[in-house]
T-cell receptor, first 109, second 113 residues
Framework: DAKTTQPTSMDCAEGRAANLPCNHSTISGNEYVYWYRQIHSQGPQYIIHGLKNNETNEMASLIITEDRKSSTLILPHATLRDTAVYYCIGADSNYQLIWGAGTKLIIKP | DSGVTQTPKHLITATGQRVTLRCSPRSGDLSVYWYQQSLDQGLQFLIQYYNGEERAKGNILERFSAQQFPDLHSELNLSSLELGDSALYFC????????????FGPGTRLLVL
């Protein structure tokens, strides 16, 4: 099963790029890595996902290492509204998402 | 707005009681997932339905049950409630039967007194 490890918390200055790391050394070759975020107690919000290539969308970029053992979510220009808990998620053998504790990202003015 | 709706938003009840939480998925989505999030905890997957059929089961207690109806809305039934069942309950939907991009509703906050 794809267990992920993330730092408990991080700070980032408003307007700077926020780089959130994630280790997923047990991920298998066909398992995607998903990123979600949860603002306060709202429903989690999908951000991005990838398999082995780097991905970019309107919200963020996802950089996955060649060995697929880790990835980094990049929010290019963080705003105060990006303060949230960010979850890096792998999938188990039944393709169910395994949610960890996530990284609490605080954007500071 | 994800397009997933959940009712009610808040629910206060007593131990031993039974409640029903309701979820309407995004238009066109066939999969519905239920999650529980206790205070300051991560999300615990409970159960998934795909087009009316149970697809996967997570850490769902025997006191809890769910179903997905022909119009694809889903209900989560919680019975013999205990204090420890107090939590946020989220519903999510996706177009696919397997894991994929999931769209979450705003949640139902359940408080058992």
């Amino acid at each position: 099963d794809a267990k992920t490890t993330q730092p408990t918390s991080m700070d980032c200055a408003e307007g700077r790029a926020a780089n959130l790391p994630c280790n997923h050394s047990t991920i298998s070759g066909n398992e995607y890595v998903y990123w979600y975020r949860q603002i306060h107690s709202q429903g989690p919000q999908y951000i991005i996902h990838g398999l082995k290539n780097n991905e970019t969308n309107e919200m963020a970029s996802l950089i996955i290492t060649e060995d697929r053992k880790s990835s980094t979510l990049i929010l290019p220009h963080a705003t105060l509204r990006d303060t949230a808990v960010y979850y890096c998620i792998g999938a188990d053998s039944n393709y169910q998402l395994i949610w960890g504790a996530g990284t609490k990202l605080i954007i500071k003015p | 707005d994800s397009g997933v709706t959940q009712t009610p938003k808040h629910l206060i009840t007593a131990t031993g009681q039974r409640v029903t939480l309701r979820c309407s998925p995004r238009s066109g989505d066939l999969s519905v997932y239920w999650y529980q999030q206790s205070l300051d905890q991560g999300l615990q997957f409970l159960i998934q339905y795909y087009n009316g059929e149970e697809r996967a089961k997570g850490n769902i207690l025997e006191r809890f049950s769910a179903q997905q109806f022909p119009d694809l809305h889903s209900e989560l039934n919680l019975s013999s409630l205990e204090l420890g069942d107090s939590a946020l309950y989220f519903c999510a939907s996706s177009a696919q039967g397997g894991t994929g991009t999931q769209y979450f509703g705003p949640g139902t906050r359940l408080l058992v007194l």
